[in-house]
């Protein structure tokens, strides 16, 4: 018989190897030489630790107890992994984004980081977890007890667990809280767990072997004995069968050890993929012999062996003492690695949301760069490390190892699953809201710890025997294990029914009743499409200096770390030297840095103190609005251009006819100016024939002849002055002679001018008064034409028999408007736009003769003294606006 | 034409590899439907030998096909993962 101080020597090389192992893996983690660390093989072999001692000794004890239920507990995990596609996937890549912790902090940080929520699920996963620690213990002990049955030297059980407590609490606190690494990975204790991961493996497949080929003659004795021994029912596909499947399911995915193994210490999908199948298989093989192992144990121990123990007792019974050590070795694997990584998750959790924000709160006052972060997240987490397994002890001692093994898991897996709405929804459910969530874990709660944790008890601890036989206040509607009178034969699948369903029910309630803050739903867009396109850069805007930054920063993730973080970012920044700009883009990257070590709802709170606001504006949300909007705002950019492109064609179409009509009008203007030189060239021509030809012209004729001569030619020579004039006025080379002249006195003197050239003396002419005092620094001569332009021009169209022409002065701080409005019959719509262009004669303009030079002359003139012409529309009669600037 | 041939090979393309993200879907569900559903308790009763063995052969059998299924869905999906 192996003695007891053997055995204890067994564990202690065990566990110095382990020591070595993580050691060695810390260290070649430290200088980067990772390839091994970060294979898929280490990975798979970590989430293992899914396997625990109630696997390794309970497995086969279920099985001889209750035929093939066990085999639910690793159906779930294969199910899920099988899936990992849909939702692993996600959650890692969320893990990753997000710099997730933990499980408390990844249901926290989904529901716009509230650390209420954070405290709720971390007291969760503590009561949860702390029964199962405490079976950690109690099968360890009991293991020791097999062996030391006979030695009245060896301490006692309760002594042998308070010892494993220790010893496992010290190596958890020095290699669980070595360092605040980025994103909280572990890798020495990883590698360490791979390691366990793999004896264990090795233990149980040894021992089935063993038992299959040596013990028994082979598989099919095995079966056929299996069908005497086992009971009789093999429970498969029964409701308790289901149920059992979707816990084990939830627990790979809720349970705090296991987030903190596949997702907050996991570094690449393509790890996942590789555990989608290494996983299952690894459960399958452990499997494998259990049905064997209890078959052979309930065949040949004597009645009454402990079926939890036949891993060891099968072994010893055969004299194999060298296998029973290692089947304990297996066990005491088992056993410390879910332990360690169990405190490891616990402990970030109530360091991060419970200790740091009490810390917090209570230096709000001060100043929060003043205190080191790191150094209280690391005292708290030792602390927390021991205080976890003392709890997890005292949970032992207070049981006293009364139950049967199994029971206690189930209990702690359906604990934890209460989780399970709050974190499906918010991966997949934009309105999943935090009063939602936390509803649904407390009622979930509640109704687990009334109708499965408390009755666990039997009456023992807080709910007595008698509440259980009759209800609460002796209400059989509210009996414990019978809610609302609904029998349900089986506690568990009762109790999992009725938390599952009310923790859907006030979750999805509440979800639609509330309304959400914008930090949740901008949190409910990065994580449903964590695979989109995502960009959080427009987080916080800064209010904060990034002297502030890089001071908080040294005290949450170490000087060398927020050294070479502000480096980086300053030489993403394109600077030299010097601190970085404080972006809003580097304040989402270091909160997420920040997030990696204390938690996102921390991370936010100090961020939020430091830069004075916490909530998300407006456009920061419409930045992250999710794809809808997006393409929502793509369409109406849409329309926007074609609307504007129906506006430019319009345009265009617009040009083109004015482009017509003035090359028609350029058509019509040059046979217009042909017919008019013609006219007096033609007369002169005549004249000038009959003045050559007949001498007999009288002295009376010859004079009318010659004069008529003299005034056409005049008329030609005018006609040719005004295109003359035009094209230097056009040409810009006309030479102003600017002088200050009196307006008044120039508005006189054109109405004189038009006068006499049109003999006009029934045209009724007002001038407004107060013009006289206006003095205008201009070409007087070229204003004036303008103005005996537009005179005429009122003069020589009005139909009217008694036409009227107004005169206006207004004076404006830099200018003044004249304008020239008349009775006569004004200027149709259509040629409004070209009567300014040259050689414009409009189409109502009749036989009166005219070249159409007269306003674009004005329009010329008035563009080289700086000033402008407009025509008015106007009911009645043509009105014209001059605008001269006071200053040329 | 050729430019509608490389539309035709993007199409089908991209219609792959929806497909295999489709049958990570369907692994699961296929899973769920051969170990939990009690329909499947026709295959193991029925049989002459009694329930238990065949049950857990038909437990293994099924969940060793999974594994197998699962591993081959890994090759395939792998490269359709895109780290960041």
New interface residues.
Partial sequence: MLSFNILVAICLIYVTMLFIVAAIAEQSALKNKLNFLHSPIVYTLSISVYCTAWTFYGAVGSAARN??EF?TIY?GP?????????LL?KLVRIGN?QRITSIADLISSRYGKSNLLAVVVTLLAVIGSTPYIALQLQSLSLSFAVFTQTNANAPSPAITAFLIAMGLAAFTVVFGTRNLDANERHHGVVTAIALEAIVKLVALLAVGIFVVWFVADGPSEV?IN??KM?PEA?G???PR??TL?FLSATAIICLPRMFQVVVVESD???HL??A??AF??YL?LMC?FV?PIAVTGLEILPEGSNPDLFVLTIPLAMGQESLAALAFLGGFSSATSMVIVAAIALSTMVSNHIVLPLWLRRTQARNPESDDVRSILLRSRRISIVGILGLGYLYYQFTGGTSALASIGLIAFLGVAQVLPALLFGLFWRNASRSGALAGILVGFTVWAYTLFLPSFDGSFILSSETLQSGLFGLSTLRPQALFGINISDPLVHAVFWSISLNMLAFITLSLTTTPKPLENLQALQFINVFGRSSQHHMLSQISTSEDLFVLAQRIVGRAQAGRLFEEKAREQGKLYGLPDPTSEFIVTLEREFAGSVGAATAHAMMGQISGRETVSVEELIAVADETAQVMEYSARLEKQSKELAATAKELRRANDKLTKLSQQKDDFLSQVSHELRTPMTSIRSFSAILMSNDDVDRKQFARFSSIINDESQRLTRILDDILDLSFLESGKVKLNLHRKNLGEMLEQSIISSRSSFNASKVDIRLSEATSDIILLTDADRLTQVFINLISNAIKYNDKPKPIIKLDVDEQPNGVIVTVSDNGPGIPEGDSEIIFEKFSKLSSGGALSGVGLGLSICAEILRNLGGSISFIPSRSGATFEVWIPTKT | MSEKQSFDAANKKTRRSRKKREVALILPIVGVILLLTPILRSFTIGNETSSLTSTLLFIFGVWAVLIAAAFILSRVLIPEIREK
């Fill in positions: 035929g093939l085999l159906l294969t199910l899920v992994f099988i899936g990992w596609w849909w996937r984004t079966l299996a069908e086992l093999t498969a596909f029964t069968w289901v499947t690449a999908e393509k993929a590789t989608s199948w299952p298989l399958f494998l049905v």
